[in-house]
């Protein structure tokens, strides 16, 4: 999982965002997850809140974990500051909306803390070990996504009408895959609701995109 590199990097530079980027509103829900994860002795011993309200982070020598790794990511965050990883550089970020399906998908967060995207659950921890695998395929595929987004496969926000171009570029057919057809059956439930014949409406757009896929 690409996310889980960042865990283990090695590597980290810190850079004030520019003015115009920098958080500028108080974030009570970062503060709350920050607070929760200094419960942990280990990590609260890292931590120094300044005067001003920003915090300082020490790396130290240790092994750096998930949970510290989140910690770090939530301070860097609320500082306004920047910071790069080894293998993250050129990294398109995810948009709300991909955001959303991801939590759709998982339950878990999609955060974007100092410009690098982060999973969390509500109470700022890492993903429970049994949830790695299905967090990790979620992550994959909102890669994906941004990747085709980028580079001119569609535009906005992903729907049950351009995820046929994704599938056709990844060479997947609707029915084959049991976690495409949970996208397909969230992103249909976004846009018909569930009292307009949804489980109908999947059915129609499965058979449109395997026309897609096949032609």
Not at 1 to 10: D, E, R, V
Not at 103 to 113: A, D, E, F, H, V
Not at 119 to 141: I, M, N, R
């Amino acid at each position: 999982m690409q996310i889980q590199s960042a865990y283990g990097a090695s590597s980290y530079s810190a850079t004030t965002k520019p003015a115009s980027t920098a958080a500028s509103e108080e974030r009570p829900d970062l503060e709350q997850m920050l607070e929760n994860l200094r419960k942990d002795p280990a990590i609260d011993a890292r931590i120094t809140e300044n005067e001003d309200g920003s915090y300082e982070y020490s790396i130290g020598a240790d092994i750096r974990t998930a949970k510290t790794f989140a910690a770090h990511a939530i301070i860097t965050e609320l500082n306004g500051e920047s910071f790069s990883l080894i293998g993250t550089e050129g990294w398109i970020l995810p948009s709300d909306s991909d955001a959303q399906l991801f939590k759709q998908l998982t339950g878990y967060n999609l955060l974007i803390l100092g410009d690098h995207p982060v999973v969390l659950d509500d109470d700022g921890f890492p993903p429970a070990a049994a949830d790695e695998a299905s967090v990790k395929q979620a992550f994959d595929f909102i890669t994906h996504i941004t990747l085709c987004r980028a580079e001119g496969y569609f535009e906005g926000d992903l729907t049950s009408e351009n995820i046929g171009a994704i599938l056709a570029a990844y060479n997947i057919s609707p029915g084959t895959d049991s976690f495409i057809d949970r996208v397909l059956e969230l992103l249909n439930k976004s846009e018909t609701g569930p009292s307009v014949g949804a489980e109908h409406a999947q059915r129609d757009q499965i058979n449109e995109l395997l026309d897609i896929v096949s032609a």
